[in-house]
């Protein structure tokens, strides 16, 4: 059974660790995407590492969840709150493009978009816009 630990303290192996202090580095450096930077209080900021999935990333006191991409970048870890769909931006909109977001998601996906992505997927959001 997998568990989330809260604290750098709590982080026992070396590799976790070392992810750790890379993360806080990132933050330290202002290494986050336009999209974590809108959505992520960096003031609120502790880490966290999850035993099942050996991610460890970043939450703010609203929940908001910022981890490295893999681009050199901490960016926003999105969970979509009806049907559990998560990941980075860019994996939920190729869910979208290939019908695995629900119509009950919809809305809370497309506040996470910018104005070039909200014309780029005007299609499937077209009963949300105004």
């Known amino acids: 059974m997998s568990e989330v630990l809260k604290g750098l303290g709590n982080?026992?192996?070396n590799r976790e660790r070392e992810l750790a202090l890379k993360t806080f580095?990132?933050?330290?450096?202002?290494s986050l995407t336009d999209l974590a930077g809108r959505f992520f209080d960096v003031k609120t900021a502790d880490i966290y590492f999850n035993?099942?999935?050996?991610?460890?990333?970043?939450?703010?006191?609203?929940f908001n969840v910022i981890m490295d991409n893999g681009e050199g970048k901490l960016d926003l870890f999105?969970?979509?709150s009806y049907n559990?769909?998560?990941g980075f931006l860019e994996d939920l909109l190729f869910?979208?493009?290939?019908?695995?977001v629900g119509e009950e998601d919809l809305g809370q996906l497309y506040n996470y978009l910018n104005e070039?992505?909200?014309?780029?997927?005007?299609k499937y959001f077209k009963n949300i816009e105004k």
């Open 78 to 80: 999105i969970s979509l």
């Open 95 to 100: 869910d979208l493009e290939n019908g695995n």
């Open 51 to 62: 035993t099942g999935s050996g991610n460890v990333f970043l939450s703010d006191e609203d």
């Open 11 to 13: 982080i026992e192996c």
């Open 25 to 30: 580095k990132m933050l330290y450096d202002g």
């Open 116 to 122: 070039k992505q909200k014309k780029k997927y005007k």
């Open 84 to 86: 559990g769909h998560e």
